[in-house]
């Protein structure tokens, strides 16, 4: 084998739904306002009960049902997430436990709202090593645990929910180089800081350094997969702001393809948010099997990684 794939893909969702006029009712705030800033309608809200760990159970249990593998033919485990309350055992290992796999590794990966690129590509890097032949890789987060719901310009982001995928050895790679990085000296633009934890961020700064930095990132990516812009098939960004997808996606030069614009009733799901906007698309057959699709996940840290994939 010479490389991976994702073989299949699943998410899950919370069913309460929090609306810009719920907002309205706890901070200074209204359903114009958000939609005109962030584009966000609606976003899920999980119970008391449900768990960064069920979540990414959930999501990682449909993957694997819509894959055809069996629960022992999975050898790694990867969670990406940064709002997993217990350090041990990690979120990954919790899965497998719910899941019923038999001796995976089991890793969590925190680069916040570009985790799920990071673990996809650490999956597939596995895979072409030798160390793995068929991973579940999870991005969830409870989002809403982490916000303060006493600051208009942050808590009408954030949402909950999962996204997996199950990434296989395959002779014709399907998961193309990564390209990733950060900007250290940033870090304090996204923080999820104290106790208890509660996200902020420097918005302007977060949506100038997006729209002005990352398109030539992400036309680099293509450019390492040998795929030009114009022959994308869809484009995955980090669900984070409306107002940020629409320009990065257009500077990017993707005329032709599908655009993931789930942050308009999901919110910002962080980690989660790439794999939850993909299967989504997948679902609805909004994206041809074997068709490439460009992912790019961005933010906390002002870390970013994308790969071109092959949609399952």
Not at 86 to 92: C, G, H, L
Not at 231 to 260: C, D, F, S, T
Request: hydrophobic share 45%; proline share 5%; net charge negative.
């Amino acid at each position: 084998m010479t490389g991976s794939r994702v073989l299949a893909l699943g998410h899950y969702q919370p069913s309460r739904v929090l609306t810009n006029d719920d907002l309205a009712a706890l901070v200074d705030t209204s359903d114009e306002w958000i939609r005109s800033r962030v584009g966000i309608r609606t976003r899920r809200i999980a119970a008391p009960d449900e768990t960064v760990a069920s979540m990414a159970a959930e999501a990682a249990a449909k993957a694997l049902a819509n894959s055809g593998l069996e629960a022992a033919d999975i050898d790694l485990v990867l969670v990406a997430t940064c709002t997993a309350v217990d350090r041990s055992p990690n979120t990954a290992a919790r899965v497998a436990a719910r899941l019923g796999l038999t001796a995976p590794a089991v890793m969590d990966i925190n680069v916040v709202c570009a985790g799920f690129p990071h673990a996809l590509a650490t999956a597939d890097h596995a895979i072409r090593a030798g160390s793995s032949v068929n991973a579940l890789v999870v991005g969830v987060e409870k989002f809403t645990d982490v916000a303060d719901w006493t600051d208009r310009t942050t808590c009408v982001l954030v949402g909950d929910g999962a996204g997996a995928a199950v990434v296989t050895a395959a002779a014709e790679p399907g998961i193309g180089p990564v390209v990733w990085g950060s900007v250290p000296e940033m870090g304090h633009a996204v923080r999820i800081e104290g106790t208890p934890s509660r996200f902020a961020q420097e918005g302007q700064s977060v949506y100038r350094w997006a729209t002005t930095q990352l398109p030539p990132i992400a036309r680099k990516v293509c450019e390492r997969a040998g795929v030009a812009p114009e022959e994308l098939a869809a484009v995955v960004l980090h669900q984070a702001n409306l107002r940020i997808i629409e320009p990065v996606a257009r500077k990017i030069g993707a005329v032709n393809a599908v655009i993931a614009t789930d942050v308009t009733e999901s919110g910002n799901t962080s980690a989660a948010s790439i794999p939850l906007a993909l299967s989504k698309l997948v679902e609805r057959g909004e994206i041809a099997s074997g068709a490439p699709v460009l992912l790019f996940g961005f933010g906390g840290n002002l870390s970013y990684a994308g790969q071109v994939i092959r949609c399952p």
